[in-house]
């Protein structure tokens, strides 16, 4: 097993102040960064941010959570202090679930949950599906488990992805631009309505570095690009079908419904959850916005704990780290 937990520190906020360990999972062009919360001997479970967040999505959520958890959040590939996937190289759904695979084998878990919000829950059902008898319990927040595409528009989304790198590379002086602290709270808050301002300052512990003449932001720039790993309706419905854990699926009602970028995904994710339903899984809707589990984390954290200790906390579930 390797050494993957470095440091102690602390969070600090008018909710809690926990120790927290800092982690660090080598990868073949890095590392994975993250955070650990909880007892050594707790049930493993890990925890996968949403597109362009990072791990402290989670900050707010799990000091709410059942103490008995070893929560496992991390900072995907490009994102928040993880390192940058190598030149040339596409972020993907798959990409970022072998990189699940990386962690969990370097931690050397081999059974555990997965709590995910929206792309890390889509990130989440593909890995839960691929690996069915590692996962016993998957939280989907705001989340769908999978993000159908009608295979009419592969061709166009396959096509944007690749003028998108191509643009990107070609461009030898692109640059990141250098912010103020103040403005870069203003740009994320203009371009993410569902984030309070709050959750701004915390998202940025591992969004922004500091530069000289300011801070820029701490995600590759590659990240804005089109995801080119699709799965049609029919796809997505089959992966669904081989996950063998239970589901709790927690949508917001003013969230991801209202922010589909392709007219067809919203009824191709309400097929999902009807299928959901029909597998006696559990799907409720909180108010909120598509980040209240982060903004608002007291609105959705009793469907998580009860779900966690009905369906993971038991003396036949107990793993290590």
């Given at each position: 097993?390797?050494?993957?937990?470095?440091?102690?520190?602390?969070?600090?906020?008018?909710?809690?102040?926990?120790?927290?360990?800092?982690?660090?999972?080598?990868?073949?062009?890095?590392?994975?960064?993250g955070?650990?919360?909880?007892?050594?001997?707790?049930?493993?479970?890990?925890?996968?941010?949403?597109?362009a967040?990072?791990?402290?999505?989670?900050?707010?959520?799990?000091?709410?959570?059942?103490?008995?958890?070893?929560y496992?959040?991390?900072?995907?590939s490009?994102?928040g202090?993880?390192?940058?996937?190598?030149?040339?190289?596409?972020?993907?759904?798959?990409?970022?679930?072998?990189?699940?695979?990386?962690?969990?084998?370097?931690?050397?878990?081999?059974?555990?949950?997965?709590?995910?919000?929206?792309?890390?829950?889509?990130?989440?059902?593909?890995?839960?599906?691929?690996?069915?008898?590692?996962?016993?319990?998957?939280?989907?927040?705001?989340?769908?488990?999978?993000?159908?595409?009608?295979?009419?528009?592969?061709?166009?989304?396959?096509?944007q992805?690749?003028?998108?790198?191509?643009?990107?590379?070609?461009?030898t002086?692109?640059?990141?631009?250098?912010?103020?602290?103040?403005?870069?709270?203003?740009?994320?808050?203009?371009?993410?309505?569902?984030?309070?301002?709050?959750?701004?300052?915390?998202?940025?512990?591992?969004?922004?570095?500091?530069v000289?003449g300011?801070?820029?932001?701490?995600r590759?720039?590659?990240?804005?690009?089109?995801?080119?790993?699709?799965?049609?309706?029919?796809?997505s419905?089959?992966?669904?079908?081989?996950?063998?854990?239970?589901?709790?699926?927690?949508?917001?009602?003013?969230?991801?419904?209202?922010?589909?970028?392709e007219p067809?995904?919203?009824?191709?994710?309400?097929?999902?959850?009807?299928?959901?339903?029909?597998?006696?899984?559990?799907?409720?809707?909180?108010?909120?916005?598509?980040?209240?589990?982060l903004?608002?984390?007291?609105?959705?954290?009793?469907?998580v704990?009860?779900?966690?200790?009905t369906?993971?906390?038991?003396?036949?579930?107990?793993?290590?780290?």
């Open positions: 097993m390797i050494r993957a937990l470095k440091g102690v520190r602390h969070l600090h906020s008018s909710k809690v102040k926990r120790a927290v360990s800092e982690l660090s999972v080598p990868v073949p062009w890095g590392e994975i960064r955070q650990v919360w909880g007892p050594d001997g707790g049930h493993p479970v890990l925890c996968l941010h949403g597109w967040d990072n791990c402290g999505s989670f900050n707010t959520l799990i000091p709410l959570l059942p103490k008995e958890c070893r496992v959040a991390v900072d995907l490009g994102h202090l993880s390192s940058h996937l190598p030149p040339g190289v596409f972020y993907s759904y798959t990409e970022y679930a072998a990189d699940i695979y990386r962690v969990v084998d370097a931690l050397q878990l081999k059974k555990f949950s997965i709590i995910g919000h929206s792309m890390g829950g889509d990130i989440a059902g593909l890995f839960t599906a691929l690996y069915p008898e590692m996962v016993d319990a998957l939280v989907l927040l705001d989340a769908f488990g999978f993000l159908p595409t009608d295979p009419t528009e592969i061709p166009k989304v396959l096509r992805g690749f003028d998108q790198l191509l643009q990107f590379e070609n461009n002086e692109e640059k990141k631009r250098v912010y103020t602290y103040e403005r870069a709270v203003g740009r994320l808050l203009a371009a993410n309505h569902s984030l309070s301002e709050q959750s701004v300052h915390i998202l940025f512990e591992r969004g922004l570095v500091q000289e300011g801070f820029v932001f701490s590759d720039l590659r990240v804005n690009f089109k995801n080119i790993a699709r799965l049609t309706v029919e796809q419905l089959e992966m669904q079908s081989r996950i063998q854990a239970s589901v709790l699926a927690v949508l917001a009602d003013g969230g991801s419904d209202r922010i589909f970028s067809a995904q919203s009824k191709f994710t309400s097929m999902l959850l009807q299928c959901l339903r029909d597998r006696n899984h559990r799907v409720v809707t909180v108010p909120g916005d598509h980040h209240v589990h903004n608002k984390p007291e609105v959705v954290a009793p469907f704990s009860d779900f966690l200790r369906k993971a906390l038991s003396p036949s579930t107990s793993h290590k780290l």
